[in-house]
């Protein structure tokens, strides 16, 4: 699946031509983003018009068929990581008082537009939704999470959509949940959400297999242990030791933290 995804105020002239980042709102975001030449401060964002959100979902839509030419099996639609979509579903950084602010089913709108739009060009069950019901990525916060993904997930209902992909509440590890917000983790989702549920957020073979047994998540996603670990199917197959991760190179410009990690040694893949 290809992963589609607008950054929203995440970003920088740079990256987008000389134009002025968008966000639902113009929220103050003291971050930095990567470019070309390394960290840069974002570049200050304006506010969508409203008559530009229809451009945006057609942008959605329009990649989605890119996705389709390309040869990809199925799209994942981004809505969390503190990008466009979780911009709008997030009252912290949605200001707006028309039709896609202020209550939580005006705020969702933007997300459930953009998915139709997916749809229209993917059957169902070859689009996914990716969310961060807990996590503060971005400098990102709304007043009640809890009610607001509930929302998210019960209005995702009606597409029958692949599936769910929900980051856990943590930001390193799994030793180290989020702070500062209510958590909202895949067991309150699965309650409301019909279809299947990836879990994500720093898991390692244990974590993985307590939460599918659980019940709570179908399926786990492994994204730093996968650059840290080429083979890393084989080694939680087996039950042998992950390659510790280099955070430090996650966003560098050259081959360390990507095709550097070592895969098992050959007595121990042989074996």
């Known amino acids: 699946f290809l992963q589609i995804w607008h950054v929203g105020r995440q970003s920088h002239v740079d990256m987008t031509e000389g134009q002025t980042p968008v966000a639902p709102s113009a929220v103050t975001f003291d971050q930095v983003v990567f470019t070309k030449d390394g960290w840069v401060p974002v570049s200050p964002a304006r506010a969508l018009d409203l008559h530009e959100i229809e ?4 942008e959605f839509r329009a990649g989605a068929v890119r996705a389709q030419a390309a040869g990809f099996d199925g799209v994942e639609i981004h809505a969390g990581n503190g990008y466009l979509i979780d911009q709008f579903l997030q009252d912290g950084t949605n200001r707006r008082t028309d039709a896609y602010g202020g209550a939580i089913e005006n705020r969702v709108r933007f997300l459930v537009e953009v998915v139709r739009a997916v749809t229209s ?15 503060s990525w971005a400098s ?8 607001l993904f509930g929302h998210v997930a019960e209005v995702l209902n009606p597409f029958d959509l692949a ?10 590890g799994a030793e180290a949940p989020v702070e500062g917000r209510p958590p909202v983790a895949a067991s309150a989702l699965r309650k409301i959400f019909r279809n299947t549920i990836i879990a994500a957020g720093g898991f390692d073979r244990a974590g993985a297999e307590a939460i599918v047994d659980s019940g709570d998540a179908d399926l786990v996603a492994f994204g730093r242990f996968f650059a840290a670990n080429p083979d890393l199917p084989e080694r939680l197959r087996r039950n042998l030791p992950l390659n510790p991760y280099d955070r430090d190179t996650f966003w560098g410009g050259d081959h360390r933290g990507y095709t550097d990690y070592l895969f098992l040694p050959a007595e121990n893949a042989a074996a």
């Open 140 to 147: 990102m916060s709304d007043s009640d999470p809890e009610a």
């Open 55 to 58: 451009g945006v979902v057609e």
């Open 121 to 135: 060009v993917w059957p169902s069950d070859r689009v996914g939704v990716r969310i961060a019901p807990s996590g």
């Open 163 to 172: 599936y769910l992909h929900i980051i856990e509440p943590r930001i390193v």
